[in-house]
């Protein structure tokens, strides 16, 4: 599917990210060749391209676990920032879910979801703890809020780590191959397309005119 700008959901609007000719490099490989790309209020934005083009980088140079080489990324309009303090401000802003789910072994699944909310948002644990119940509900793990990560199955894993970035209720969600170890009939994947399909990964991901 294909919108026009004017079509986009949110779009007279500035947009909620604004990525302005971003480039990433490690070492004398780069990563990303200048991406420019907006994402406007309500929009779920794919990005979609072979292994090792890009994907991961992206999402990470947009929460600042990487830096980038050049450009720039806006969120509502300001850059983000370079000091470390103030980006962990921001990154509260922004939830994750990687694609190694990133779930603390040592902790139940119903503690993984809890301990941003108590830790970060500063909720009492008997709140964060029912919140964090839910959260699993909606996903379909309310038989498994006690287990640990070793005991749940990959897509089990990966819908802790999905409750675990809803809980926090984020004005912007980046998802890392959220659905990977999903079965279908888990997934309603709905959204606008951002192919970058015919890129070359060995080249990295770049963006596309038009
Ligand atoms: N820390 C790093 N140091 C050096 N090269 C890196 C580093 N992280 C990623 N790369 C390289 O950057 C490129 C893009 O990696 P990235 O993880 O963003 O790909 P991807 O599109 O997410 O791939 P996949 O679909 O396999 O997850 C790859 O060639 C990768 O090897
Ligand atoms: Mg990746």
């Not at 500063?122 to 029912?130: K, N, S, W, Y």
């Given at each position: 599917m294909n919108l026009s700008d004017s079509e986009r959901p949110g779009a007279s609007r500035e947009p909620v990210l604004n990525y302005r000719n971003i480039t990433k490099r490690y070492g004398d490989f780069q990563a990303l060749h200048g991406v420019s790309m907006d994402v406007f209020e309500g929009e779920v934005v794919?990005?979609?391209?072979?292994?090792?083009?890009?994907?991961?980088?992206?999402?990470?140079?947009?929460?600042?676990?990487?830096?980038?080489?050049?450009?720039?990324?806006?969120?509502?309009?300001?850059?983000?920032?370079?000091?470390?303090?103030?980006?962990?401000?921001?990154?509260?802003?922004?939830?994750?879910?990687?694609?190694?789910?990133?779930?603390?072994?040592?902790?139940?699944?119903?503690?993984?979801?809890?301990?941003?909310?108590?830790?970060?948002?500063?909720?009492?644990?008997?709140?964060?703890?029912?919140?964090?119940?839910?959260?699993?509900?909606?996903?379909?793990?309310?038989?498994?809020l006690q287990s640990y990560p070793a005991n749940l199955s990959g897509g089990q894993q990966q819908r802790v780590a999905i409750a675990r970035a809803l809980a926090m209720e984020p004005e912007v969600m980046l998802f890392d191959e959220p659905t990977s170890a999903l079965d279908p009939e888990t997934v309603g994947a709905r959204g606008r397309r951002h192919d970058h399909g015919g890129c070359d990964p060995r080249n990295g991901l770049r963006a596309q005119s038009g």
């Open positions: 794919c990005l979609i391209g072979p292994s090792g083009s890009g994907k991961s980088t992206l999402l990470r140079c947009t929460n600042a676990l990487e830096s980038l080489h050049s450009g720039e990324i806006l969120l509502n309009g300001v850059a983000l920032p370079k000091e470390e303090r103030a980006m962990r401000a921001v990154r509260q802003r922004m939830g994750m879910v990687f694609q190694n789910f990133e779930l603390f072994p040592h902790k139940i699944a119903l503690d993984n979801v809890a301990i941003g909310l108590t830790t970060v948002r500063g909720m009492g644990v008997a709140q964060a703890r029912e919140k964090a119940a839910r959260m699993l509900d909606k996903v379909g793990l309310s038989d498994k």
